[in-house]
């Protein structure tokens, strides 16, 4: 069993900096890709971020401002977040895709979302 566990989220004031968390726990051979969503009240969950073995890619509305990376020996993923404004409060989840065996393909899981506030 894999889970992915967000740590993070929490007020911020605008213009702020916060840094959001996800580890990979259980049974893994190899973690993949991994990214970043967020759903904010009543708009549809978008992907933030993503980082691969050696690529990184964001969203246009984070671009210069979110800096996604991972440490490959913990299994864990990071999303640093600057200069945070209203439209940045979401819940954000992460995204994984991992292997549990590596002669099963593998299987995508997603963390249990962390809230993140933006206000003054």
């Known amino acids: 069993q894999v889970q992915l566990v967000e740590s993070g989220g929490g007020l911020v004031q605008p213009g702020g900096s916060l840094r959001l968390s996800c580890t990979a726990t259980g049974t893994i051979w190899s973690v993949g890709g991994m990214r970043w969503y967020r759903q904010a009240p009543g708009k549809q969950r978008e992907r933030v971020a993503f980082?691969?073995?050696?690529?990184?890619n964001y969203a246009d509305a984070v671009k210069g401002r979110f800096t996604i990376y991972r440490e490959r020996a913990e299994n864990t993923m990071y999303l640093q977040m600057n200069n945070l404004g209203p439209d940045d409060a979401a819940v954000y989840y992460c995204?994984?895709?991992?292997?549990?065996?590596?002669?099963?393909?593998?299987?995508?899981?997603w963390g249990q979302g962390t809230r993140v506030f933006v206000s003054s």
């Open positions: 995204h994984a895709t991992v292997w549990t065996n590596e002669r099963l393909p593998p299987n995508t899981y």
């Open positions: 980082v691969g073995h050696d690529s990184t």
